[in-house]
């Protein structure tokens, strides 16, 4: 639609893509395959929870890897399987590099020394291989080798290195480019349309995303702004579906999904103007931990705790994701 209008290199640029949330979906269900035939040795995990947030097919299998290694900053879903826990340095307390758009080369260095002994992934993978560099000898050397070399006729690397460290970025000229729009590589789009039942839709709510923020009890608090609703997820259904289901604000519904042995119980909300063959669930409830909020009730109000002792706050539905075509 944007080609047809004419929208790429007016309104719409597509010359610097983003070279964030990059991640392989196939890659990732292929991992589900090795980890189910015995054939991980070592599994390291960083800045990622999978035992949570992944579909059956990868979460049920990660304790199949004979070591698993987590490198986070707190006990997690994941790390609570794991034989090995390495701490990670904070962002505020850690050198790293990035480039987040094409020919966008940026910098953070610490702010604040280091508060819990933590260490980035290239640290530890370093000492691993007997590397004994510190973090930013590690960086600057990649720098020199990997990144100065794309700048050619500009400042020698350590005039280079200091000018990217005070602007934060460097930036590649002539990489930014308008690529031209082949309309023959689109194909027609297929559908996912269920022949019976209704489509599942999950989704991320502002306030935790896909769990990141579950244990921020100001978060559990903030209300939908759709829903209204706090401290909890929810199967959303449309007044039509709800009336023909004969179901109302409050009831718990059963969902479970074809061909899946799992089955979930959440209670419903009727929302108006949700499609009639679709119910919508958030993600980033269910998380471990949360069961700590059992004693933060509104008691002196209802006289009810905001979830029983031993439970989470809502339902972990990310179980319930399937890979479709090599995606989630």
Not at 140 to 169: I, M, S, T
Not at 242 to 268: M, Y
Not at 296 to 314: F, H, K, Q, Y
Request: glycine share 10%; hydrophobic share 40%.
């Amino acid at each position: 639609a944007n080609e047809l209008l004419g929208n790429y290199g007016t309104t719409l640029s597509i010359a610097r893509p983003s070279l964030q949330r990059r991640g392989s979906d196939a890659e990732l269900e292929a991992l589900g395959r090795e980890l189910a035939s015995g054939a991980v040795d070592v599994l390291i995990i960083s800045g990622a929870n999978p035992a949570y947030d992944l579909p059956t097919e990868v979460a049920s299998v990660v304790t199949s890897a004979k070591t698993i290694v987590v490198h986070s900053d707190g006990l997690d879903e994941t790390a609570a399987l794991a034989q090995y826990r390495l701490p990670t340095a904070h962002a505020l307390e850690s050198w790293n590099d990035g480039e987040p758009e094409v020919g966008r080369f940026s910098l953070t260095q610490p702010t604040v020394p280091s508060l819990h002994n933590g260490r980035t992934l290239r640290e530890i993978l370093a000492r691993l291989a007997g590397d004994e560099r510190s973090e930013h000898a590690l960086l600057e050397d990649h720098w020199r080798e990997n990144v100065h070399g794309q700048f050619p006729g500009g400042d020698d690397f350590d005039a280079f290195f200091k000018r990217a460290l005070h602007d934060g970025y460097v930036e590649l000229e002539g990489a930014a480019t308008e690529p031209v729009f082949n309309a023959d590589a689109v194909g027609a789009a297929s559908s996912d349309t269920p022949t019976s039942g209704l489509g599942l839709v999950l989704y991320p709510k502002v306030g935790m995303l896909a769990g990141e923020h579950a244990h921020n009890p100001w978060l559990q608090e903030l209300p939908d702004p759709v829903t209204k609703v706090t401290w909890d997820n929810y199967a959303c259904l449309s007044e039509a579906r709800a009336s023909e289901l004969g179901v109302k604000l409050g009831d718990v519904i059963r969902i479970t999904v074809e061909g899946g042995q799992e089955s979930l119980e959440l209670p419903v909300v009727v929302q108006r103007g949700q499609h009639d063959d679709v119910v919508a669930v958030a993600l980033g409830y269910g998380r471990l931990g949360t069961d700590r909020f059992a004693g933060v009730g509104p008691d002196w109000l209802e006289g009810e705790p905001t979830i029983r002792t031993g439970e989470t706050i809502g339902v972990n539905v990310a179980q319930l994701q399937r890979f479709i075509n090599g995606q989630v």
